[in-house]
């Protein structure tokens, strides 16, 4: 268990419908990252918020996709209008409490499946 | 942005046999981390080296970070070391923001 928690773990949904993932990261620390997976690929970055604050997105990230991190605590990534490309792993990773190297440790994800 | 090869992709081993696997960077990163992904998708931690060399138990790590490569190294390999072996970096004056690699699958067959 590396005390980064996600939910739901699976998703399954019809194109053209919202979902929405959370992550719960290791508590107390005020850096969090998002990546995406697919098949065969390792994972890319996606945004990282520094206590409430997102302070950079990839340009995977279209205009569908928002994260938040209210308080700076959990976060939650919304996707909308999904469409099958979308179908990937969600990951989300912090470095431990404390931590003032970056090391990164990761939840065990959530897999969304666009039909 | 930074590249990260690593090789071989596939790689097909006896139980009992040893294996390499190589990360090479195409600039040098401030952190570099290896991964193990197990069948239900987790990323396992296995070293965090952005320098010099580690060991744990059968597995040990070295990077030599002024040649922007590293290297994983499994001894006697086991069935349970199957799965997908992952190294990453993150570059200089970045957020930290890993960049992965496309992995090495690692098949041990008993």
């Known amino acids: 268990d590396t005390g980064v928690s996600q939910d739901p773990r699976h998703k399954i949904t019809k194109r053209g419908q919202n979902v929405t993932f959370r992550c719960d990261p290791i508590?107390?620390?005020?850096?969090l990252y998002w990546y995406r997976q697919t098949l065969g690929q390792g994972p890319e970055f996606l945004t990282y918020f520094q206590n409430e604050a997102q302070l950079e997105k990839s340009r995977l990230l279209s205009d569908r996709f928002s994260a938040e991190r209210p308080k700076g605590s959990f976060s939650t990534l919304e996707i909308q209008r999904t469409e099958q490309g979308d179908s990937a792993m969600y990951l989300c990773?912090?470095?431990?409490?404390?931590?003032?190297?970056?090391?990164?440790?990761f939840g065990p994800g959530t897999r969304l499946t666009v039909l | 942005g930074i590249q990260v090869e690593q090789s071989p992709p596939d790689l097909i081993l006896q139980e009992g046999a040893n294996s390499t696997l190589r990360c090479n960077f195409s600039d040098s990163v401030n952190n570099l981390q290896w991964f193990h992904q197990n069948p239900w998708g987790q990323l396992i931690n296995l070293f965090y080296i952005p320098s010099g060399t580690k060991q744990n138990g059968r597995l040990s790590a070295t990077t030599v970070a002024t040649e922007r490569y590293s290297l994983l190294y499994i001894s006697s390999s086991q069935t349970t070391d199957s799965g997908v072996y992952f190294c990453a970096g993150s570059g200089w004056g970045s957020q930290g923001n890993l960049i992965f690699g496309k992995g090495t699958k690692l098949s041990v067959k008993p």
């Open positions: 508590s107390e620390h005020n850096r």
């Open positions: 990773a912090s470095p431990p409490s404390g931590s003032s190297y970056n090391e990164q440790f």
